[in-house]
């Protein structure tokens, strides 16, 4: 069965990112449609995935990682506004039985992802 799923973590602090708020937004219309939206749990993980069964389609997707605030609400000490606020990450979904894996790896100042598993 296809899902997607997420997971993120803070190299600045060599841990899962806790408590990050991410949106995932369907990218086929003439304007982005909201699917879902979450917080990431002590693991660094969404708790259930962000698209299976019949919500999981082929097509252009956008997770948007909230960054800025996750760091924030660490109490860093760090310029307004952040150097990296809202961190979008556009992908597509070629086939809806597959799983996608998208996983965030990110510091204050710089982020990688790639496609997980």
């Known amino acids: 069965m296809g899902r997607l799923t997420t997971h993120v973590l803070d190299l600045a602090r060599g841990s899962p990112a806790a408590g990050l708020a991410l949106r995932l937004f369907a990218l086929d219309g003439a304007e982005p449609a909201l699917l879902a939206q979450a917080r ?3 693991d660094g993980r969404v708790d259930a995935p962000l698209l299976e069964g019949a919500t999981m389609r ?3 997707f956008e997770l948007l990682f909230d960054a800025g605030g996750y760091f924030r609400s660490l109490g860093l000490d760090l310029a307004e506004p952040g150097f990296l606020e809202e961190i979008p ?3 597509g979904i070629a086939s809806a039985d597959a799983h996608y ?3 965030l790896l990110l510091s204050p100042f710089g982020y990688s992802t790639y ?3």
């Open 40 to 42: 990431t749990n002590a």
């Open 115 to 117: 496609r997980g598993s």
């Open 58 to 60: 082929a097509g252009r």
């Open 101 to 103: 894996h998208v996983p």
């Open 89 to 91: 990450i556009r992908f």
